[in-house]
């Protein structure tokens, strides 16, 4: 997430009660990118925390296939593409004021591939002299718009995405995941109009946090590493490397200068939460892709999501030294979402959204089919004011509520709904497939309306569910008062 204006601070006022992190944050993200060998079930699974602001809703909608009459212009930056005739229908979560730009940030299209932008990184200063990033470029409030639409695999959209980028510009400086049903690419813009593409093996995964962190590649394998025209010549031209064969794309372009207090750490209390090893979260290097002790669930990702060095001194809740690295969850994540591709159904409905409104620790991500045509009500409200009715206030509210006293409320209050919820989901997802793949044995016209009552089920479910937590976190939070008085009157 790399915004120009900063809508939300990291600061949250609810009930009279103010709550404010240990450690400044400004905005970003955190990814985690799994390939179909490593996970549970034969998924590929794409994630991200979008941080952002405390206050600031996100909408969720489909967006429905339509012809293109006129060409896209940014509102954010002017940033302006001719698009293709046709585009695909997608998903879509967009900010509630669009008049700084769209920020879609993450969707499944009906060709069951998904992405996920932006993950914001830093360039060296000495990199962009020679290769400025472009004011009218693409940036992040455009990228999933102009994108998604039009691609029918993940490397169709790491494709689509460098020939803009090298046509047009970057603006910013970004990492972007896209998937398919077999396979997960991880793209970083590297300056103004050169870009590298990583596959990641199907047995591994990666964890990624605010910096370059594609390294060696294989130039003559491109079934596995991608990048932009004439990249290998902007590097020995500029004297970038002593050696092209085994140079590192992070060393030559990042600018490392906050990684070790600010994203190292992230990605690796990721990965040791996934692999058992040696690694320390205050080491100064890592290694990109990894492999798991066990096959990864949506859940174990949605744990990473919501972690914060949990139980440790760097414990971002009552640690000894908890200002001494960014966590992976922070109080201004606006949403966060797994996007899963799975194997084991019929294509019509392989494609999963799940999506988590507010702070992934304290919410619960609601599985979206991506063969819905439209989305619940409570998805489509909310604003920078707090309300009764959208998804977004009512999952942060329980995030403000929690945090005051999180490490009692998080383990006796809240987390005993979010394994009722997660059941309840699961236990749907189930039931949905069975009858989907029956309705699709008899060519059934009537999927989508199905799709859209089952999830409009799953989402009052668990909205109600969090609803009953608030009131029993507001009582608990006034019996916190601390009121001294004379008990002899």
Known sequence: MNKKL????????????????????VEACTSVLVGKDASEDGSTMIARNEDMGTAWSKHFYVREANKNEKKFESKGNGFSLELPKEQLKYTATPEWDVSEGLYEEAGINSKQVAMSATESTTIKESILEIDPLVEDGIAEDAMLTVVLPYIESAKGGVERLGEIVEEKGAAEANGIAFSDNEEVWYMETLSGHHWVAARIPDDSYAVVANTI??????????????????????????????????ASMREIFADTADDSQYNIPRILSGQKMLTDSDIKIDDETFDLFQKSDNPITARDIADILGSHFNDTEYDTFGGEKSDAFRPISVPNTMESHI???????????????????????????IPFYSGITETPKEYQEGTDEPDQTSAYWNYRTTNALTNPYYNEFKPELVMPVQEKVWGHMYKSVEKIDKEASKMLEKDSKELASYLNKETQEMSKYAMKEYKELNKTLLKKLTEKTNVEHNEDL
Do not use: C
């Open 6 to 25: 900063i809508k939300g601070a990291s600061i949250f006022a609810v009930t009279g009660m103010l709550w404010v992190t240990n450690i400044g944050f």
């Open 339 to 365: 996007l899963q591709i799975r194997n084991d159904v019929p294509e019509e409905i392989s494609g999963i959204h799940w999506l988590a409104m507010g702070v992934a620790s304290t919410s619960n991500y």
């Open 213 to 246: 962190t594609i390294q060696e590649i294989d130039w003559d394998d491109s079934e596995n590493y991608l990048y932009s025209k004439g990249l290998q010549e902007f590097i020995t031209d500029n004297d970038l490397t002593d050696n092209l064969e085994e």
